[in-house]
Protein backbone atom coordinates (compact mmCIF):
# COMPACT_ATOMS: atom_id res chain seq x y z
CA UNK A 1 0.00 0.00 0.00
CA UNK A 2 1.17 3.31 -1.07
CA UNK A 3 0.99 6.27 0.87
CA UNK A 4 0.27 9.85 -0.91
CA UNK A 5 1.57 12.60 0.46
CA UNK A 6 -0.60 15.60 0.08
CA UNK A 7 0.73 19.38 -0.07
CA UNK A 8 -1.33 22.03 2.44
CA UNK A 9 -3.58 24.63 0.89
CA UNK A 10 -1.89 27.69 3.07
CA UNK A 11 0.63 25.65 4.88
CA UNK A 12 3.73 27.09 5.38
CA UNK A 13 7.10 26.36 7.44
CA UNK A 14 7.54 29.49 10.25
CA UNK A 15 11.03 30.09 9.94
CA UNK A 16 11.88 29.89 5.85
CA UNK A 17 8.53 29.99 4.79
CA UNK A 18 8.66 26.93 1.82
CA UNK A 19 5.44 24.82 1.70
CA UNK A 20 4.80 22.03 3.92
CA UNK A 21 3.87 18.68 3.63
CA UNK A 22 2.87 15.56 5.57
CA UNK A 23 0.93 15.44 8.69
CA UNK A 24 -1.66 17.80 9.66
CA UNK A 25 -0.50 20.85 12.23
CA UNK A 26 3.28 20.56 10.89
CA UNK A 27 5.16 23.59 11.65
CA UNK A 28 8.22 23.61 10.16
CA UNK A 29 9.70 21.73 6.50
CA UNK A 30 12.86 20.75 8.60
CA UNK A 31 14.64 19.76 12.17
CA UNK A 32 17.24 22.49 10.58
CA UNK A 33 14.22 25.40 10.50
CA UNK A 34 12.68 24.45 13.70
CA UNK A 35 15.77 24.65 15.98
CA UNK A 36 16.90 27.62 13.67
CA UNK A 37 13.30 28.86 14.38
CA UNK A 38 13.68 27.73 18.77
CA UNK A 39 17.40 29.77 18.67
CA UNK A 40 16.09 32.45 17.61
CA UNK A 41 13.27 32.93 20.03
CA UNK A 42 15.37 32.28 23.16
CA UNK A 43 18.57 34.10 22.06
CA UNK A 44 16.98 37.10 23.69
CA UNK A 45 16.70 35.09 27.10
CA UNK A 46 20.10 33.33 27.26
CA UNK A 47 21.58 37.05 26.71
CA UNK A 48 19.18 38.27 29.45
CA UNK A 49 20.73 35.78 31.61
CA UNK A 50 24.20 36.04 30.75
CA UNK A 51 23.91 39.72 31.66
CA UNK A 52 22.20 38.88 34.95
CA UNK A 53 25.19 35.97 35.50
CA UNK A 54 27.82 38.80 34.87
CA UNK A 55 26.90 41.32 37.48
CA UNK A 56 26.72 38.48 40.04
CA UNK A 57 29.76 37.32 39.14
CA UNK A 58 31.27 41.30 39.73
CA UNK A 59 29.25 41.26 42.95
CA UNK A 60 30.83 38.08 44.44
CA UNK A 61 34.59 39.81 43.38
CA UNK A 62 33.68 42.68 44.98
CA UNK A 63 32.81 40.68 48.40
CA UNK A 64 35.33 38.45 48.12
CA UNK A 65 37.92 41.28 47.96
CA UNK A 66 36.32 43.02 50.93
CA UNK A 67 36.56 39.52 52.70
CA UNK A 68 40.31 38.92 51.69
CA UNK A 69 41.13 42.59 52.95
CA UNK A 70 39.58 41.42 56.28
CA UNK A 71 36.25 43.86 56.24
CA UNK A 72 33.46 43.12 57.21
CA UNK A 73 31.48 46.36 56.34
CA UNK A 74 31.62 49.13 53.79
CA UNK A 75 30.08 52.20 52.42
CA UNK A 76 27.37 51.94 50.02
CA UNK A 77 29.49 54.63 47.83
CA UNK A 78 32.88 52.57 47.92
CA UNK A 79 30.92 49.43 46.51
CA UNK A 80 29.35 51.24 44.13
CA UNK A 81 32.32 53.23 42.93
CA UNK A 82 33.32 49.59 42.57
CA UNK A 83 31.12 48.11 40.14
CA UNK A 84 28.86 46.64 43.13
CA UNK A 85 24.78 46.61 41.87
CA UNK A 86 22.78 46.42 45.43
CA UNK A 87 19.70 44.88 42.58
CA UNK A 88 22.12 42.18 42.13
CA UNK A 89 21.37 39.51 44.78
CA UNK A 90 20.57 35.50 44.82
CA UNK A 91 18.59 36.44 48.53
CA UNK A 92 17.23 39.47 50.30
CA UNK A 93 15.26 39.29 53.09
CA UNK A 94 14.58 41.30 56.78
CA UNK A 95 16.42 40.64 59.54
CA UNK A 96 15.17 41.37 62.93
CA UNK A 97 16.61 44.66 63.48
CA UNK A 98 14.51 45.48 60.14
CA UNK A 99 17.66 45.93 57.89
CA UNK A 100 17.66 43.84 54.64
CA UNK A 101 19.99 40.60 54.89
CA UNK A 102 21.07 40.28 51.71
CA UNK A 103 22.57 37.20 50.12
CA UNK A 104 25.30 36.77 46.54
CA UNK A 105 26.02 33.34 46.16
CA UNK A 106 27.63 32.17 49.36
CA UNK A 107 28.45 35.53 51.06
CA UNK A 108 25.49 37.15 53.27
CA UNK A 109 25.81 40.80 54.63
CA UNK A 110 23.32 43.39 56.20
CA UNK A 111 22.34 45.92 53.74
CA UNK A 112 21.23 49.55 55.12
CA UNK A 113 20.83 53.07 52.60
CA UNK A 114 24.33 54.21 52.98
CA UNK A 115 26.67 50.57 53.98
CA UNK A 116 26.53 47.14 53.86
CA UNK A 117 28.06 45.34 57.62
CA UNK A 118 28.26 41.91 59.34
CA UNK A 119 29.93 40.54 55.84
CA UNK A 120 30.31 36.78 55.93
CA UNK A 121 30.82 34.38 54.03
CA UNK A 122 28.91 30.77 54.64
CA UNK A 123 30.77 27.87 55.21
CA UNK A 124 28.94 24.80 54.27
CA UNK A 125 30.64 22.25 56.08
Same mark, same amino acid.
Given at each position: ? %???? +? +?? $????????? $??? $????????? =?????????????????????????? /? %???????? =????????? %?????? /????????? /?? $??? +??????????? *???? *?????????????? =???
Amino acid at each position: M %AYII +K +KK $SGGCCLQCG $SAL $SGRKGKKFC =SLECKNSYHNQINHEIRLYRGAVMKK /L %ARNTEILT =SLINDGRDS %AKMDEL /LGLGFDPYY /LT $SCS +KSTTGHDLCCC *FDFC *FIRTRTRIFNLRRK =SFK
